[in-house]
């Protein structure tokens, strides 16, 4: 070591930052151009659809400059990706019903304000470790809830009505479960409290079974490995707790018969286009009608096959391949990737175990998410009826995901360089 102190280190380079306000413009003109395209998709411009994107786009740069002349933060990759994905969802939604668009982005602007905030207490690690608890209770309370009182909708119990507005506690459960496991085993670990998350995640998942949530209950699970690898890095755990799944799942297909029904028509959708296949074969066929560039916006016909919550929620994706291009919904696709590079990134030097477990987990939740969606409804993998982050209509789904988010964010080192108050470690 003594001789280190003597050699020279080679000066990197200046690499010379993105613009932010650059980008910014950049993006807002392409939302613009989107937004009216999708405006006009109807008989007469919608104004309600023009109305709402300018706010989104208003939200954008209030946020942005807010952030970066008051705190002087800098690093807005993340954000930038989110409002891309989102707006694209706004744009698609408001094709199809600018009313539901305008909710969209009530609970978009709800997902930003809750994002910062998340962001701001994830800054104090000591406060996430006094506050695991009371997630941890909160979460199972959400799903015992949802077991009394929860409403069936799309053969799943995971719908709470509440003054006319229906939610999903599940998706809030995800923010819990990421938060939980990550101030859990944020530190050397005894087997005490590994045995703890491993209750919590049995309670979570067993719960979801209940309810016949199964593709969210596969993204727990999925985001419970991720976790415990983080933590252990042992394969041999990692290839028992699949197996005892996998276990699991064969006993659940078996004798749930909304489930078999599924699986049922696992790659052979073509042998029943009019009936079991239907979801998936007239997403195919759009997907391949839109070619490279797309027909246009509201010029598709995978929205005249569906109603217009499916649409906009499962098969979101088959629609912006459709009209918007297969290359775009590759670039759609490569904004999640990016997100979870940035996650892998930021883990390697964040400041504590606790950001790199909760960021890592975060992003592959996300992706994995994202592969459910897409390849459920191009029958790559069993239709799941998860929604495409950011994109799909859905507000519970906007929040969490916003709120997921957050723990990347937080694991960034440069994001606390900049917040004045927050305690270091």
């Given amino acids: ?139 199972l309370v959400l799903l015992l809830i949802n077991l009394v009182i929860g409403t069936v909708k799309y053969g799943a119990q995971n719908w709470i009505e509440i003054g006319g507005f229906t939610v999903q506690p599940s998706e809030f459960v ?4 990421i938060f939980v496991g990550a101030a859990t085993l944020e530190k050397i670990q005894t087997s005490k409290n590994i045995i703890k998350f491993i209750a919590f995640s049995v309670a979570c998942v067993g719960a979801l079974i209940l309810i016949r949530d199964f593709g969210t209950a596969l993204i727990f699970f999925v985001t419970f490995l991720i976790i415990a690898f983080m933590n252990s890095g042992d394969f041999k755990t990692i290839g028992l707790a699949v197996s005892a799944a996998g276990l699991g799942g064969a006993i659940v297909i078996k004798y749930r018969s909304y489930v078999t029904n599924r699986f049922s028509i696992y790659r052979h959708v073509w042998e029943d286009p009019y009936g079991k296949g239907y979801q998936q074969t007239h997403i195919l066929t759009g997907i391949a009608s839109g070619g490279l560039l797309g027909i246009g916006i509201g010029n598709g016909n995978i929205r005249n096959y569906f109603d217009n919550y499916l649409v906009t929620t499962d098969d979101v994706f088959g629609i912006i391949c459709e009209e918007w291009g297969f290359l775009f919904g590759i670039v759609l696709v490569l904004s999640f990737v990016a997100i979870a590079v940035s996650a892998l990134v930021n883990s390697i030097a964040a400041r504590s175990t606790f950001y790199s477990i909760a960021a890592v987990a975060g992003a592959g939740m996300l992706l994995f998410q994202t592969a459910l969606n897409i390849f459920g409804i191009t029958d790559i993998l069993p239709l799941t009826g998860v929604t495409l982050p950011f994109v799909s209509q859905g507000g519970s789904s906007m929040l969490s995901c916003w709120a997921v988010l957050a723990f990347i964010k937080a694991s960034d080192v440069r994001t606390y360089n900049y917040l004045g108050g927050v305690k270091k470690k």
């Fill in 1 to 139: 070591m003594a001789g280190k102190k003597n050699m020279k280190v080679k000066k990197l380079p200046n690499i010379k930052p993105i613009n932010n306000f650059a980008m910014l413009f950049v993006l807002s003109i392409f939302q613009i151009i989107t937004g009216y395209a999708s405006a006009a998709a109807g008989d007469t411009i919608s104004v309600k659809m023009l109305v709402s994107m300018g706010i989104f786009i208003v939200l954008e740069w209030v946020y942005v400059s807010v952030f970066y002349t008051v705190l002087h933060r800098r690093n807005f990759e993340l954000e930038f990706i989110a409002f891309f994905l989102t707006g694209v969802g706004l744009a698609v939604i408001g094709s199809v019903d600018p009313d539901a668009c305008f909710k969209q982005l009530l609970i978009a602007v709800a997902g930003v304000i809750g994002y910062t905030v998340l962001v701001f207490i994830l800054g104090d690690v000591d406060l996430c470790m006094k506050l695991r608890l009371p997630v941890a209770i909160a979460a």
């Fill in 174 to 177: 995800k923010v819990a479960f």
